[in-house]
T-cell receptor
Framework: DAKTTQPNSMESNEEEPVHLPCNHS???????IHWYRQLPSQGPEYVIH???SNVNNRMASLAIAEDRKSSTLILHRATLRDAAVYYC?????????????FGQGTILTVHP | ETGVTQTPRHLVMGMTNKKSLKCEQH?????MYWYKQSAKKPLELMFV???????ENNSVPSRFSPECPNSSHLFLHLHTLQPEDSALYLC??????????????FGEGSRLTVL
């Protein structure tokens, strides 16, 4: 499986935007970029995914570099509820049997 | 509420006990998964079932025995566990095994403590 690299931790203030980076220099052409997050005492939850183009949904935006070797998850206005571990994962549905390989993720702390 | 329900939420067992974890989903999904999350370690995939057939077993010790009687239910039978098996066990489901979107829906997990 292609690997991703994320900072161990990041901090933000409430109501401010947060940019969570992810490097995936060995990404293949058919790998999708997925983001999940895990709130304390809960299972992971899907946030967003993309292949080549930037993506927006009600939770976040995903900005993908033109060479696809990096991506950034953008939370437009952080709230206390966004404090969680954020995982950037590469997924290849054709070969991965739908399984996701989680790394250590980025611990996001949001200050009031 | 993700539509994936795990019971029990907490379980304490001795090394000689036999217990089971249960997972249930009513999302119409065809694939179900067991993940293990130990303290300070990434989630580890244990088993994958697609249409009630086990399609992946990631070198999990035989003291963990999965069962998938139908596409809505998944069990993890536990026997003669070790203290290092204490962890959060997470169940997940997805629409299809190889679906491109790859969106997994996770339950809240069963916190297992082995004494």
């Amino acid at each position: 499986d292609a690997k991703t690299t994320q900072p161990n931790s990041m901090e933000s203030n409430e109501e401010e935007p947060v940019h969570l980076p992810c490097n995936h220099s060995t990404i293949s052409g058919t790998d999708y970029i997925h983001w999940y997050r895990q709130l304390p005492s809960q299972g992971p939850e899907y946030v967003i995914h993309g292949l080549t183009s930037n993506v927006n949904n009600r939770m976040a935006s995903l900005a993908i570099a033109e060479d696809r070797k990096s991506s950034t998850l953008i939370l437009h206005r952080a709230t206390l509820r966004d404090a969680a571990v954020y995982y950037c994962i590469l997924f290849n549905g054709g070969t991965s049997y739908g399984k996701l390989t989680f790394g250590q993720g980025t611990i996001l702390t949001v200050h009031p | 509420e993700t539509g994936v329900t795990q019971t029990p939420r907490h379980l304490v067992m001795g090394m000689t006990n036999k217990k089971s974890l249960k997972c249930e989903q009513h999302l119409g999904h065809n694939a179900m998964y067991w993940y293990k999350q130990s303290a300070k370690k990434p989630l580890e995939l244990m088993f994958v079932y697609s249409l009630e057939e086990r399609v992946e077993n990631n070198s999990v010790p035989s003291r963990f025995s999965p069962e998938c009687p139908n596409s809505s239910h998944l069990f993890l039978h536990l026997h003669t566990l070790q203290p290092e098996d204490s962890a959060l066990y997470l169940c997940a489901s997805s629409l299809n095994r190889g679906q491109i979107a790859g969106e997994l829906f996770f339950g809240e997990g069963s916190r297992l403590t082995v004494l």
